[in-house]
């Protein structure tokens, strides 16, 4: 991928580090899903960059802003599938984590908090792969554990069919899991 930085492998990287790299990915997922706002915010080191389809993120304040402003409509009604995951250690200490991110819409943003009330809901078009990413994730070893120092999100396909008419934070925020903001 021609949008990707360059991942130089430094050598091998042992079982351990790999299977906790990929469980981290995997947990932060979980966090977005959940809309983890305060979890989401502390998975990133706080001068992480992020370049995103929406644009390029710097610091913990873009982070913050960014995911309470633009992100919450690809929070209700979308699960998170990781999938494909390569580990890589580099040279620089970063642990590069590269998969496809998979967003499976399986309700309307006002259909979600029935979902997760635990109700069962019938439709003709859902569960939809509704959109797909992929990623590079570079993770820094902290004292709190993993962090991401830097994210990026390639060349992403919306299911246009799926994606909400009202995308502001606004119109969703009430819609997230919690309900919260």
């Not at 580099?90 to 819409?105: H, I, K, P, T």
């Not at 997760?116 to 569960?127: A, H, I, K, R, Y």
Request: aromatic share 12%; with cysteine.
């Amino acid at each position: 991928m021609r949008f990707f930085p360059k991942v130089d492998p430094a050598g091998p990287i042992g079982a351990e580090v790999r299977a906790s790299a990929v469980d981290y990915v995997n947990r932060v997922n979980w966090l977005f899903e959940t809309w983890d706002l305060p979890g989401m915010i502390a998975s990133f080191t706080s001068d992480a960059r992020i370049v995103h389809f929406h644009g390029t993120l710097s610091g913990e304040d873009d982070v913050r802003h960014f995911l309470t402003e633009h992100y919450p409509y690809l929070v209700p009604g979308v699960g998170r599938c990781a999938c494909n995951h390569i580990v890589d250690m580099e040279a620089s200490g970063l642990v590069a984590v590269r998969y496809q991110n998979l967003l499976v819409r399986y309700a309307a943003p006002e259909d979600a908090p029935k979902l997760s009330n635990g109700q069962v809901d019938e439709s003709d078009d859902l569960p939809v792969i509704w959109l797909y990413s992929p990623m590079l994730d570079r993770l820094r070893k902290t004292d709190d554990g993993w962090k991401i120092a830097e994210r990026y999100i390639g060349g992403s396909t919306f299911n246009r069919r799926f994606t909400p008419l009202e995308t502001s934070a606004e119109a969703v925020r009430q819609y997230l899991p919690g309900g919260l903001a």
